[in-house]
């Protein structure tokens, strides 16, 4: 029963997201994609999410109870969108600002939310919780659009490019935390914030620790075969679309790169009936890094109501819990 409602939830909800995005009409600009192609083949991921320039992140006090802090700094990439190029974000210390940390990435089209009570659970796991706004998410967003609306769509320029730019602003976030004293910083990536997890291991050595659920690491079948997504790809020539993937799969594919960090300090979390993150991709990924990875009851959307998968994240998030051939129980 339960599959079934999972397998219907992610349906219904993922063709109202195509219909959505046929409706906008992106298109890819075949010029400009030669382009960017041309200019990122030859580099390494180090290279590629290299941070250019220094910039100072700023805090704002903004509750006492439960003491919750904002935080902001200007991208090191520019996307020609002011309220984007702000990165911005939430910080909620429940210890001392060395102590270990942990990143929030969250998932596509998330809006508003509350982290209040996440940040509770994780402050008993023995870490800060900092959640970071994607590129054209949160406040992020540009005027007159809904939070990830631009983040993915028929432009895979403009797509690729907000997943560069999210995998930067995290190592401006991972390079103050680690100049704040902290140096236990773990990832925690949602969909599609577990796509810019997992580019983020190919390329940041500080991070101590990365915790990936359903991650999107087969980005490229949204864009050539999903069914889902069909709109993605009616607005790029299909010798696009192949040829960009191929020649950057190891800037933006995980399955073709290997971590800078400790691998068996990765664990992936998926579910068993998710057509965004299928469990062989995830299989295939565990695979190849040799890291952890999990695959729990449930959908895309659906695994994540689940008590199971939540005691999990806690239990692997704590600094002592080593991931390192873990076989705990939820």
Same mark, same amino acid.
């Given at each position: 029963?339960?599959?079934?409602?999972?397998?219907?939830?992610?349906?219904?909800?993922?063709?109202?997201?195509? @219909?959505?995005?046929?409706?906008?009409?992106?298109?890819?600009?075949?010029?400009?994609?030669?382009?960017?192609?041309?200019?990122?083949?030859?580099? #390494?991921? $180090?290279?590629? /999410?290299?941070?250019?320039?220094?910039?100072?992140?700023?805090?704002?006090?903004?509750?006492?109870?439960? !003491? #919750?802090?904002?935080?902001?700094?200007?991208?090191?990439?520019?996307?020609?969108y002011g309220e984007? =190029? !702000?990165?911005?974000?939430?910080?909620?210390?429940?210890?001392?600002?060395?102590?270990?940390?942990?990143?929030?990435?969250?998932?596509?089209?998330?809006?508003?939310?509350?982290?209040?009570?996440?940040?509770?659970?994780?402050?008993?796991?023995? @870490?800060?919780?900092?959640?970071? =706004?994607?590129?054209?998410?949160?406040?992020?967003?540009? *005027?007159?659009? @809904?939070?990830?609306?631009?983040?993915?769509?028929?432009?895979?320029?403009?797509?690729?490019?907000?997943?560069?730019?999210?995998?930067?602003?995290? @190592?401006?976030?991972?390079?103050?935390?680690? $100049?704040?004293?902290?140096?236990?910083?773990?990832? +925690?990536? /949602?969909?599609?914030?577990?796509?810019?997890?997992?580019?983020?291991?190919?390329? $940041?050595?500080?991070?101590?620790?990365?915790?990936?659920?359903?991650?999107?690491?087969?980005?490229?079948?949204? /864009?050539?075969?999903?069914? !889902? /997504?069909?709109?993605?790809?009616?607005?790029?020539?299909?010798?696009?679309?192949?040829?960009?993937?191929?020649?950057?799969?190891? +800037?933006? +594919?995980?399955v073709h790169g290997?971590?800078?960090? =400790?691998?068996?300090?990765?664990? !992936?979390?998926?579910?068993?009936?998710?057509?965004?993150?299928?469990?062989? #991709?995830?299989?295939?990924?565990? +695979?190849?890094?040799?890291?952890?990875?999990?695959?729990?009851?449930?959908?895309?959307?659906?695994?994540?109501?689940?008590?199971?998968?939540?005691? *999990?994240?806690?239990?692997?998030?704590?600094?002592?819990?080593?991931?390192?051939?873990?076989?705990?129980?939820?």
């Amino acid at each position: 029963m339960f599959r079934a409602y999972s397998r219907r939830v992610d349906r219904r909800l993922f063709s109202a997201i195509n @219909r959505w995005l046929a409706q906008r009409g992106d298109r890819t600009d075949p010029l400009k994609l030669r382009r960017f192609t041309a200019s990122a083949e030859k580099t #390494s991921p $180090e290279e590629f /999410f290299s941070l250019s320039k220094r910039t100072r992140v700023e805090l704002k006090r903004t509750s006492e109870y439960p !003491l #919750s802090y904002t935080f902001r700094f200007d991208s090191p990439l520019s996307s020609g969108y002011g309220e984007n =190029d !702000l990165a911005q974000g939430e910080f909620f210390p429940k210890h001392h600002l060395s102590a270990p940390a942990v990143i929030v990435l969250s998932a596509w089209l998330e809006g508003a939310t509350d982290y209040s009570r996440l940040a509770h659970w994780i402050g008993l796991s023995g @870490r800060n919780l900092w959640a970071m =706004d994607l590129p054209y998410h949160g406040r992020r967003a540009p *005027r007159e659009t @809904r939070s990830g609306e631009l983040a993915i769509t028929a432009d895979v320029v403009r797509t690729l490019r907000a997943v560069r730019q999210a995998v930067c602003d995290a @190592r401006v976030l991972i390079r103050t935390l680690w $100049e704040l004293g902290s140096r236990d910083i773990a990832i +925690l990536g /949602f969909s599609l914030g577990g796509w810019v997890g997992s580019l983020l291991a190919l390329a $940041e050595p500080k991070v101590s620790k990365a915790l990936l659920l359903t991650p999107v690491v087969r980005p490229e079948e949204l /864009f050539l075969n999903s069914p !889902l /997504f069909s709109a993605l790809r009616n607005g790029v020539r299909e010798q696009d679309r192949v040829q960009v993937f191929n020649k950057l799969r190891h +800037l933006f +594919l995980p399955v073709h790169g290997m971590p800078v960090i =400790d691998p068996e300090q990765i664990h !992936l979390i998926g579910a068993h009936e998710d057509p965004l993150a299928p469990p062989d #991709s995830l299989r295939e990924l565990s +695979l190849g890094w040799g890291c952890g990875e999990d695959i729990l009851p449930g959908g895309h959307i659906t695994v994540y109501l689940t008590g199971r998968l939540w005691r *999990r994240i806690f239990s692997l998030l704590h600094p002592n819990q080593s991931l390192r051939n873990w076989s705990g129980t939820p």
